[in-house]
T-cell receptor, first 109, second 116 residues
Framework: RKEVEQDPGPFNVPEGATVAFNCTYS??????FFWYRQDCRKEPKLLMS???SGNEDGRFTAQLNRASQYISLLIRDSKLSDSATYLC??????????FGKGTSLLVTP | ETGVTQSPTHLIKTRGQQVTLRCSSQ?????VSWYQQALGQGPQFIFQ???????GRGNFPPRFSGLQFPNYSSELNVNALELDDSALYLC???????????????FGPGTRLTVL
């Protein structure tokens, strides 16, 4: 079983839609959680850290359920510029970031 | 932008050759991690350097090696290149103490390596 699993999509949604991405992780000792965004042929960029209490940054809301080892990202009022691959990232104790394969989002006019 | 730079941006090599990729970390960051991203996959951790020493390693063979310099910049060396080494190589910088392992990592633009 992969350490971080995501639905690869693609998710095709119209502008203004709400879309949710889910992610599960296998290492219960994981300590830090993130969502990164990656545009085509570019580097991953930090979208937001994910905290146990849940956190929001504008149109983006992240949730963490440690008991279920589940992370989610909700994007409200999708924009064309949100089209990208969203990478779920888990950091256990140690040095490495463990990435999921990413979920592809295409927002259409 | 993150302030992390990598060179070269693109590279074409043939099987069996050796390659050196370079990374300059963000100002104030003391730790550099290297990742390999194959097409359609998430980045895979290769290793991390802190205080000029390898600080952790992923599941990569010894022909993947690295260095960190006193100014915190870093090199990734790959010997005896194989076709499967074709990928985007990303470096990420962070600020870490000796035990924390670092938290948020900021990525450079990557080097796209093609092995023919």
């Amino acid at each position: 079983r992969k350490e971080v699993e995501q639905d690869p999509g693609p998710f095709n949604v119209p502008e203004g839609a709400t879309v949710a991405f889910n992610c599960t992780y296998s290492n219960s000792a994981s300590q830090s959680f993130f969502w990164y965004r990656q545009d085509c042929r570019k580097e991953p960029k930090l979208l937001m850290s994910v905290y146990s209490s849940g956190n929001e940054d504008g149109r983006f809301t992240a949730q963490l359920n440690r008991a279920s080892q589940y992370i989610s990202l909700l994007i409200r009022d999708s924009k064309l510029s949100d089209s990208a691959t969203y990478l779920c990232v888990v950091k256990p104790a140690g040095y490495a970031l463990n990435f999921g394969k990413g979920t592809s989002l295409l927002v259409t006019p | 932008e993150t302030g992390v730079t990598q060179s070269p941006t693109h590279l074409i090599k043939t099987r069996g050759q050796q390659v050196t990729l370079r990374c300059s970390s963000q100002s104030g960051h003391n730790t550099v991690s290297w990742y390999q991203q194959a097409l359609g996959q998430g980045p895979q951790f290769i290793f991390q350097y802190y205080r000029e020493e390898e600080n952790g390693r992923g599941n990569f063979p010894p022909r993947f090696s690295g260095l960190q310099f006193p100014n915190y910049s870093s090199e990734l060396n790959v010997n005896a290149l194989e076709l499967d080494d074709s990928a985007l190589y990303l470096c990420a910088s962070s600020l870490a103490g000796v035990t924390s392992g670092g938290q948020v990592q900021f990525f450079g633009p990557g080097t796209r390596l093609t092995v023919l």
